[in-house]
């Protein structure tokens, strides 16, 4: 059985999405630019034969503006809670009483993320080699969260957006007796200054190539790669 993996996504919409790139980025390539981070990690999954891929996105009542950005059979599942924390929860939940070993939620912000990373993380859980699999970002987060079993506690009251998130994250589930695995770290495309560490991190050996991503920007920077 494949490993469900899942995109957390907002729908790209102009002065929605990625507003901290605006600048160097008007608001209207940051959208732009959130629509090829996501169709990148789509036809990233999709190279991995162990992965079932989805997205788990928000508005929910936007969804056929998604479903057109998305190549057919791309599962959609809207993102239900309060907070990250309640919908992480809730899709990864989800996704495990459904009957898979395991279940992961990945971002859409780490365009150049290694494939192997994301294949690493489906091993661990389809191994039953650990209970939780985390993928380190040098910003204190996490851009992939992979569990086993349901593990509502590692959500509840989390300090979201903030550089606690990863060591919380590994003392609670070192708390509650959960085998850990943790993957390389990576980075997120978050502010004007981490795109030129993603024209770096292109160059960077087993760092995927996300050919949307970098034809927008050559395109709408004049990149030369």
């Known amino acids: 059985m494949r490993i469900p993996v899942a995109i957390m996504a907002k729908v790209p919409a102009a002065g929605e999405v990625k507003t901290r790139l605006c600048p160097p980025l008007t608001p209207a390539q940051a959208a732009g630019l959130a629509r090829c981070f996501l169709q990148d990690r789509i036809a990233q999954l999709r190279e991995i034969p162990t992965v079932a891929p989805a997205v788990a996105f928000t508005p929910p009542e936007r969804e056929p503006e998604l479903r057109a950005l998305l ?14 924390g309640a919908r ?7 996704l495990l009483a459904e009957g ?4 992961i939620a990945v971002d859409a912000d780490s ?14 859980l389809a191994e039953q080699e650990a209970d939780v699999v985390l993928g380190p970002c040098d910003d204190g987060g996490y851009y992939l969260i992979g569990l086993g079993q349901a593990a ?17 994250t ?6 509650l007796g ?16 981490d795109l030129e560490r993603l024209r770096a991190s292109a160059h960077t050996p087993g760092a995927h190539q996300p050919a949307r991503t970098l034809a927008f920007l050559a395109r709408e920077l004049a990149w030369a790669l």
């Open 88 to 94: 992480l929860d809730r899709l990864l939940t989800d």
């Open 100 to 103: 898979a070993v395991g279940a």
């Open 152 to 168: 509502p506690e590692l959500f509840r009251e989390m300090p979201w957006s903030t550089p606690a998130v990863l060591d919380e």
């Open 178 to 193: 959960l085998r850990l695995a943790l993957l390389p770290p990576w980075f997120d495309v978050d502010r004007g200054a």
């Open 170 to 175: 590994v003392a609670r589930a070192r708390r």
């Open 111 to 124: 365009p150049t993320l290694p494939t192997e990373f994301v294949g690493r993380a489906c091993v661990h």
């Open 71 to 84: 190549p057919d059979g791309v599962r959609l599942v809207p993102q239900q809670g309060a907070d990250l």
